[in-house]
């Protein structure tokens, strides 16, 4: 890790701020680099013209006693991954060859979606426990990359 992975992933920190998630701790935020350039920045939080769950002020999931890491379709969120991804196609930026910093790992389905979008590179500071994820991006030779704080 380099200067320039530090400095993203504190972008990726500012970005996780403007997260409209319920839940304590999942203020998620993605940035996606090309060339070291900014090409695009997304954080998990309801579709547009969707009330947030913030807003309602309470969590669907949470009301339905579903464990983290499951039924992920049972939520308003979008993944902050899933935006940053999303909002390079309405822009019409290519991130093919990018990498993506990201606060937390990508789960199983964000993993699918980078890997198609040609992302060739993740790198996370937080942890998460899904095992399919990791083998998406090892088989799809994606390089994923662990951000140590104190590094």
């Known amino acids: 890790m380099d200067k320039w992975d530090h400095r993203f992933m504190q972008m990726a920190h500012l970005v996780a701020t403007w997260s409209s998630c319920y839940r304590e701790g999942r203020n998620i935020g993605a940035i996606i680099v090309k060339d070291k350039r900014v090409m695009t920045t997304g954080y998990n939080g309801a579709p547009a013209g969707i009330e947030t769950c913030k807003q309602k002020g309470r969590c669907l999931r949470d009301e339905l006693n579903i464990a983290s890491g499951t039924r992920q379709e049972l939520c308003y969120a979008i993944h902050a991954e899933q935006n940053?991804?999303?909002q390079a196609a309405r822009l019409g930026i290519s991130i093919d060859g990018?990498?993506?910093y990201c606060t937390h790992q990508p789960c199983s389905v964000c993993a699918k979606i980078i890997v198609n979008s040609g992302i060739v590179r993740?790198?996370?500071e937080n942890p998460y426990p899904d095992e399919f994820s990791?083998?998406?991006f090892k088989e799809a030779n994606v390089s994923l990359e662990h951000y140590e704080v104190n590094r």
Do not use: D
């Open 98 to 100: 990018a990498t993506l």
């Open 134 to 136: 990791t083998l998406f």
């Open 122 to 124: 993740v790198v996370y």
């Open 84 to 86: 940053a991804i999303i």
